[in-house]
């Protein structure tokens, strides 16, 4: 067994040791909106629930390792006092990673994970539609826990209403575990599902995405497309060349094979396929190659 003094290692290695230990962590998709109503939208994994009566909740957006700057989601609690918890499924997954993306102050990540606005009862910023569970809260206290990269500052919220999916109710009006299918957060890439197991998805934080708003709508209107699909495709940073994808289709048989039909169903099925081999960049190729026949 080895021994580490926290002190004698690197911000960064000390934090993997402990995101890689003390999991899995449920996963806080926190909406605010700054004092000019321009909505935000990240997940955290410092995250739980920490009384019932009151409700509070409470997670942390750390201050970042690299440089020390921190995060929007911060500056606007502290700012307005006011955050939307959604709660993070399977289906919702890889839009929520997209969402995590370091994008420029003022760009909407709504927009960008394609997630759909629903308005709040009694606080502003938004909830997400596709979330299971949405928590509108009023933040009653910010503690910062440092100065340096790394260092938390834990927000506490006060739950002011709950809205429910009915869908994952089961017969009692009791939340169905099963149904709910959720996701939570382990160390580098990992995930686990709640009612199956651990995945990866990658992390979209070293470029800036396309966005799913990006997508051409014949894509994002697509039946055979969900939402961790364009969330996947929404994860690239720059699409291929018209070369490229003139090579791809060249060098595979089966490809050209689809593209000749005019179903376009047929060709999104063989898009699909790609992207569940968590192969982005051909699926992207199928679509392209279609659309430029």
């Known amino acids: 067994m080895i021994t580490i003094d926290p002190k004698s290692i690197e911000t960064a290695k000390l934090q993997g040791y402990l995101q890689s230990s003390v999991g ?12 000019e109503g321009k909505p935000n939208l990240s997940p955290f994994s410092f995250f739980n629930v920490f009384s019932a ?18 995060k929007h989601t911060l500056i606007n609690a502290e700012s307005t006092r006011e955050v939307v918890i959604n709660v993070v499924n399977y289906d919702m ?16 990540e709504f927009l960008k994970s394609g997630f759909t606005t629903i308005p709040s009862e009694v606080v502003k910023p938004f909830r997400v539609k596709e979330s299971p569970v949405q928590f509108e809260c009023k933040v009653t206290q910010i503690i910062p826990l440092g100065t340096e990269g790394g260092a938390g500052n834990l927000i506490l919220c006060e739950v002011l209403r709950i809205h429910i999916d009915e869908r994952i109710l089961d017969e009692n009006g009791a939340i169905d575990q099963y149904k709910i299918d959720l996701v939570s957060r382990l160390g580098g890439n990992w995930y686990s599902r709640s009612n199956q197991g651990l995945f990866e998805v990658p992390k979209p934080l070293t470029t800036l995405g396309i966005g799913v708003d990006a997508i051409p709508d014949f894509i994002k209107e697509s039946v055979i497309f969900d939402g961790n699909d364009l969330g996947m495709l929404g994860n690239i940073e720059a699409l291929p060349t018209l070369e490229e994808v003139s090579i791809f289709v060249k060098q595979n ?16 099925i063989e898009a699909k396929k790609y992207l569940n081999e968590k192969d982005v960049l051909s699926a992207w190729k199928v679509l392209l190659a279609k659309k430029n026949n």
């Not at 009566?53 to 750390?62: D, E, G, Q, V």
């Not at 990673?97 to 909407?108: D, F, M, P, Q």
């Not at 048989?253 to 039909?261: H, N």
């Open 53 to 70: 009566n009151p409700p509070i909740l409470i997670f942390s957006p750390a201050r970042r390792v690299r440089d020390n700057s921190i």
């Open 93 to 108: 997954v890889q839009q929520t990673s997209l969402a995590s993306t370091e994008y420029a102050e003022g760009v909407n």
């Open 253 to 268: 048989f089966a490809v050209k094979g689809v593209l000749s039909s005019d179903d376009q169903e047929k060709v999104h």
């Open 24 to 35: 899995p962590r449920p996963i806080a998709f926190a909406s605010t909106v700054d004092t």
